[in-house]
């Protein structure tokens, strides 16, 4: 396995590569280059469009809500959607940044054949990434876990406005990688309920404690097993469904490449791992397969 370390500090803009990371760059460009690349990506990716990571350098430090909290105890229920709500005002304003658009660039040239995404802020999307498989669902969709009705979270978002006026973000809200934020009193709050049978309303995202669904990790495999490469970006693979993923590709026999700051537990299973950052490593790694705009 090789390795590259980098000193960049993330950020759009990046600053000038030593020339030996740009050494390395074009190895792993020559190691992609004609190969049909599957895409694994993580909560890394998103860290330069303002949304953190739950355990890189710097993430908040919480223990998120499980799912069967949330299905048996009202308080809980208050507690998560008065955090989501606020912290979903802000995750709804992030936007791709330069990471989420060279992958786009490399799906449209013909390089990447799709993005499975354990991240749930569906900037792939907005990057113009149209084969995106959300892993761990997305924030902008409400489930009713009663009758199944599905509603938009926009619309969800306004019956919350309208039920607890009272309920504005404190002058700093440290946001999380799920979108929720952390609320102190929610005594008062008013949950949204469902609109057609009044059942409880779930985003449309997998709770820890949750199974990924079965047709959602079927169609995440199926991206992997249609390429000839798979580069995890961003994720330090603490959740099963990345490393069964990863071993899909190993059985496969095809080059596994791990780029993230810091270890994961792919890293001595990988190819080549990349220690730097994602925003900096794919903008590179399009600028060589595909030529810069």
Known sequence: MTTLASASEGGDQQPEAPA??????????????????????????????????????????????????????????????????????????????????????????GSVTGIVTQNVDGLHLKAGSRRVVDLHGTVDRVRCLQCGQIFARASVAERIDAANPWLDAPDSIVINPDGDAEVRDTDGFVIPGCTVCDGVLKPEVVFFGEFVPTEKFTEAAAVVKQSD????????????SGVRLLEIARRKKIPVVVINRGVTKGDAKATMKIDAGTTETLTGLRDRLVGRE
């Open 20 to 109: 030996s990371e740009v050494t390395r760059l074009d190895e792993l460009a020559d190691l992609l280059r004609s190969r049909r690349v599957a895409v694994l990506t993580g909560a890394g990716v998103s860290t330069d469009s303002g949304i953190p990571d739950y355990r890189g350098e710097g993430a908040p430090k919480r223990t998120p809500m499980t799912f069967q909290q949330f299905l048996t105890d009202d308080a809980y229920r208050r507690r998560y959607w008065a955090g989501s709500h606020l912290g979903w005002r802000l995750f709804d304003a992030a936007r791709p940044n330069d990471g989420h658009r060279a992958l786009a660039d490399l799906e449209e040239r």
């Open 229 to 240: 490469a798979l580069v995890i970006a961003g994720s330090s693979l603490a959740v099963n």
